[in-house]
């Protein structure tokens, strides 16, 4: 809530009996099992150190709260209004000319300040709407006020960030790497250092906070969501487990606090009631999908959640794919109940609601950059064209450059997939060549037949035996 602390103090509830270990020990536990296995098993791992193993790669993105709306590609972010009463206003912010501290200073770990690109990886409004964050490659974390839109500092982070997001009380911005930690930052102290508040043992992809700040919940690449307490992020409230790839998107749904959405790279969007860890509804998308489609038999993971209070409507856009996938929401009934599949010309780089306007798209097409599709008769129809939607997508083409470099480009999601490792087969086939190299000795050294062999030696003892006879 506004004005309450980030962190609520009230005590973490004890662990129930039989809980979910805690990530240290499950992955002791998964070593032990692993190695007492031995060789002759088969195995998964994951394989890749791709973009977001290393430098990340970042296609465009979208963001929206109130009338402010934001398009991101490369370094750059252009910020501009939906709305015609606020006129033509136009933000724009380069990442390149921010301030870059040189290799020999060192960041909060004691190490050396790797200077990357200056693409940003991440970004976020507040709730509010008064503030905005983004993160690079550069490990640069830059805030901003929204009205007027003014840059309030530039600090370093310690690994490159995956996620990031505003507590509920917009007084911290929590940010989460690909290390597996999650830091907290101070919004009211715009150029303090960053905290520790937790870590997994596996790459982070995403990070929420339930709507009263007293959670925080976290999705990594080992399948795992994991339900902390704020104000003592080493208890751990519950592990939503289900997934069977890495869970790309995490969302606490507004106006239903209790409830979790989350997808992942094994084609699915899941509903939890998050505190319990107890799944709710599975969403196979691949079987929403027509068979015809060229990108049917792609394997693909969900880039953005973004819901619409109003209408209690979930809409979801896939790293790579020209299409839109709608939800609505059935509170009451626990479930998802799929509406419509929206099918683009263009790939679509990212989607999202503004609140009693409608679903914004954001498409890799110079000529229509933006799409903006509202509810008719049940159906999601694109929107004629409006003086707001041309002013907006004027500004981007104009700044098209920024957004030139991401095509073709993916989240980098491709190099998270497990690969499945059968060494079972390389085993026997081994073994076979061991008892074939022993069967081959033993004819070696066996002593050959004829004259000088076995037979010429059992004659003369015959004779021998004979004579003495």
Known sequence: MQGENTFCACPPPARARGAIPDDVTSRRLRLTSLSSAGRKRRWTAHVGGGALGG??????GLALCGHALVVRGGSRLLATSTSSSDGDSLFIYDCSAAEKKSQENKGEDGQPVDQGSDTVLA???????????????????????????????????????????????????LVADKSGDVYS????EPHGGGRLELGHLSMLLDVAVSPDDRFVLTADRDEKIRVSWAAAPHSIESFCLGHTEFVS??????????????????????????RSGRELHCCPLTSLQEPTEPWSDKRFAVSRITYWSQEDCVALSCD???????????????????????????????????????????????????????????????????????RVCAHVRVNWAMLEGCAGVDSGFSSLYKATCDNMTTYLKKKEERLQQQLEKKRRQAPPPGPNGPTKKMRAGELAQGCSS
């Not at 998107?249 to 998050?274: A, K, Q």
């Open 249 to 274: 998107r995490i969302f606490v749904v507004p106006n239903h606090p209790e409830l979790l959405l989350s997808s992942s790279g094994d084609c699915t969007l899941r509903l939890w009631e998050y």
């Open 55 to 60: 430098h990340m790669a970042s296609s465009a």
């Open 320 to 390: 790579g794919l020209p299409v839109v996938y709608i939800f609505q929401l059935d509170a009451a009934q626990r479930q998802l109940v799929p509406r419509q599949l929206l099918t683009f010309q263009h790939r679509v780089w990212d989607a999202a609601f503004e609140e009693g306007h409608g679903l914004w798209v954001l498409q890799d097409c110079r000529e229509d950059p933006l799409v903006l599709y509202r509810p008719v008769g049940g159906q999601w129809q694109s929107a004629p064209e409006s003086a707001e939607l041309r």
């Open 123 to 173: 970004s976020t409004f507040s709730k509010s709407g008064s503030y905005f964050v983004l993160t690079d490659d550069s490990k640069r974390l830059i805030l901003f006020r929204t009205n007027p839109w003014q840059c309030l500092s530039v600090r370093t982070v310690v690994r490159r960030c995956t996620a990031l997001t505003f507590t509920a009380s917009e007084e911290k911005i």
């Open 185 to 188: 930052f101070s919004v009211l």
